[in-house]
Protein backbone atom coordinates (compact mmCIF):
# COMPACT_ATOMS: atom_id res chain seq x y z
CA UNK A 1 0.00 0.00 0.00
CA UNK A 2 1.24 3.65 -0.98
CA UNK A 3 0.46 6.93 0.90
CA UNK A 4 0.74 10.23 0.04
CA UNK A 5 1.24 12.29 2.99
CA UNK A 6 1.29 16.38 3.12
CA UNK A 7 1.79 18.42 6.15
CA UNK A 8 2.99 21.67 6.82
CA UNK A 9 -0.57 24.01 6.08
CA UNK A 10 -1.76 26.56 8.62
CA UNK A 11 -2.87 30.16 8.72
CA UNK A 12 0.03 33.45 7.66
CA UNK A 13 -0.86 36.68 6.74
CA UNK A 14 -0.93 38.34 3.61
CA UNK A 15 2.77 38.54 2.15
CA UNK A 16 4.14 35.78 4.66
CA UNK A 17 5.65 32.54 4.20
CA UNK A 18 5.05 28.83 4.07
CA UNK A 19 6.31 25.90 3.29
CA UNK A 20 4.44 22.97 2.99
CA UNK A 21 6.19 18.83 2.68
CA UNK A 22 4.79 15.87 0.88
CA UNK A 23 5.92 12.77 1.80
CA UNK A 24 5.16 9.02 -0.12
CA UNK A 25 5.52 6.06 2.07
CA UNK A 26 4.49 2.25 1.44
CA UNK A 27 5.97 -0.50 -0.74
CA UNK A 28 7.21 2.04 -3.34
CA UNK A 29 9.78 0.92 -6.98
CA UNK A 30 9.96 4.06 -7.78
CA UNK A 31 8.73 7.60 -7.85
CA UNK A 32 8.38 9.80 -10.97
CA UNK A 33 6.84 13.42 -11.53
CA UNK A 34 5.55 14.84 -8.56
CA UNK A 35 3.04 17.69 -8.14
CA UNK A 36 1.24 19.75 -6.21
CA UNK A 37 -2.45 21.34 -6.82
CA UNK A 38 -5.31 23.24 -4.53
CA UNK A 39 -8.72 23.62 -4.56
CA UNK A 40 -9.70 26.87 -3.29
CA UNK A 41 -13.81 26.61 -1.83
CA UNK A 42 -16.27 26.65 -4.18
CA UNK A 43 -13.53 26.49 -7.58
CA UNK A 44 -12.32 23.36 -9.06
CA UNK A 45 -8.81 22.12 -8.32
CA UNK A 46 -6.00 24.11 -10.39
CA UNK A 47 -2.90 23.08 -10.98
CA UNK A 48 0.29 24.55 -8.62
CA UNK A 49 3.60 23.00 -10.12
CA UNK A 50 5.15 19.76 -10.80
CA UNK A 51 8.70 18.18 -10.72
CA UNK A 52 10.32 15.66 -12.34
CA UNK A 53 12.68 12.86 -11.12
CA UNK A 54 15.46 14.74 -12.86
CA UNK A 55 14.45 18.14 -10.54
CA UNK A 56 12.74 20.24 -13.75
CA UNK A 57 10.05 22.53 -12.35
CA UNK A 58 7.34 24.00 -13.86
CA UNK A 59 5.17 26.13 -12.25
CA UNK A 60 1.49 27.83 -13.13
CA UNK A 61 1.33 31.55 -13.94
CA UNK A 62 -0.45 32.32 -10.92
CA UNK A 63 2.49 31.16 -8.80
CA UNK A 64 5.35 31.61 -10.91
CA UNK A 65 8.37 33.65 -8.98
CA UNK A 66 6.69 33.20 -5.64
CA UNK A 67 6.57 29.27 -5.24
CA UNK A 68 9.28 27.05 -5.43
CA UNK A 69 9.12 23.38 -5.47
CA UNK A 70 12.04 20.42 -4.70
CA UNK A 71 12.38 17.01 -3.99
CA UNK A 72 14.48 14.58 -2.45
CA UNK A 73 14.35 11.11 -4.02
CA UNK A 74 16.10 9.46 -1.83
CA UNK A 75 13.41 9.26 0.80
CA UNK A 76 10.61 10.90 -1.87
CA UNK A 77 9.39 13.87 -0.58
CA UNK A 78 8.80 16.44 -2.32
CA UNK A 79 8.44 20.69 -0.91
CA UNK A 80 6.46 23.44 -1.45
CA UNK A 81 7.98 26.77 -0.49
CA UNK A 82 5.09 29.59 -1.07
CA UNK A 83 6.82 33.16 -0.29
CA UNK A 84 4.74 36.26 -0.63
CA UNK A 85 1.67 34.58 0.07
CA UNK A 86 -1.59 36.51 -1.64
CA UNK A 87 -5.60 36.09 -0.08
CA UNK A 88 -6.10 34.09 -3.16
CA UNK A 89 -3.80 31.44 -2.61
CA UNK A 90 -6.21 30.41 0.07
CA UNK A 91 -6.82 26.22 -0.47
CA UNK A 92 -6.55 22.93 0.31
CA UNK A 93 -3.34 21.76 -1.56
CA UNK A 94 -2.84 18.81 -2.54
CA UNK A 95 0.18 16.81 -3.28
CA UNK A 96 0.15 14.32 -6.46
CA UNK A 97 3.00 11.53 -7.67
CA UNK A 98 3.26 8.88 -9.96
CA UNK A 99 4.47 5.68 -8.56
CA UNK A 100 5.38 2.33 -9.59
CA UNK A 101 4.55 -0.11 -6.35
CA UNK A 102 7.21 -3.16 -5.73
CA UNK A 103 6.02 -5.67 -8.08
CA UNK A 104 4.02 -3.59 -10.35
CA UNK A 105 4.69 -2.75 -14.05
CA UNK A 106 2.99 0.85 -14.68
CA UNK A 107 2.69 3.84 -12.74
CA UNK A 108 0.02 5.25 -11.19
CA UNK A 109 -1.17 8.47 -10.20
CA UNK A 110 -1.39 8.14 -6.20
CA UNK A 111 -3.05 11.92 -4.03
CA UNK A 112 -2.59 12.71 -0.82
CA UNK A 113 -5.04 14.27 1.63
CA UNK A 114 -4.57 17.81 0.99
CA UNK A 115 -3.66 20.29 3.83
CA UNK A 116 -5.32 23.33 4.47
CA UNK A 117 -3.74 26.88 4.16
CA UNK A 118 -4.96 29.67 4.44
CA UNK A 119 -3.84 33.46 3.92
CA UNK A 120 -5.81 36.43 6.06
CA UNK A 121 -4.89 39.36 7.91
Known amino acids: QVQLVESGGGLVQPGGSLRLSCAAAGSIRGVNDMAWFRQAPGKQREYVGRVTRDGVTNYADSVNGRYTISRHNNNYTMFLQMNTLKLEDTAVYYC???????????????WGQGTQVTVSS
Open 96 to 110: NAKILVRGGIMEFPY
